[in-house]
C-alpha cells in the first residue's frame, strides 16, 4: 500500500494502523488522516529527528522498530530533547530475530 487510496480501503476493513518503508510515505499517511503509523524497517539514527517532526506536525502516533539497545539511546535524545514535554507518542516494537539471522535481537 503504497498509495493513500490502498490505505484507505484497508483502514475500512478494520485495520487499526498502517505501516510505511520509507519517511516519504509515513509523512504522506500521517498528513492524511492516519492516526497510527509505523516506521517498518529498524530505525536509524538520523531517521529519528525527521519521525519526531512528523508526529509533532501531524498529531499521529508514529511507532518505530527497535533492534538493539543503541536505537534506544537514540529514541530517547531525540524525543527528550530539551526536557520539553511532547504531546505526540511514540510507539516502539522490539524486533526479534525469528532465526534468520538478518535482522532483530538474538533471544537465545
Known sequence: ???????RMQMRESCVGIMASTLPEVRLFAH???KDVTYGVPVSRSKLKP???IASSSGAQIN???????QLEWV???WNTGG????HVL???LKIDS??????VDVH
Open 51 to 53: 519521525l519526531h517532526d
Open 91 to 93: 510507539g516502539a516494537f
Open 1 to 7: 500500500h503504497k498509495t493513500l487510496e490502498i490505505g
Open 64 to 70: 518505530v522498530m527497535i533492534d538493539n539497545a543503541q
Open 84 to 87: 520539553a514535554k511532547h504531546t
Open 32 to 34: 492524511n488522516g492516519f
Open 76 to 78: 530517547s535524545e531525540t
Open 99 to 104: 532465526g534468520y539471522h538478518r535482522a532483530g
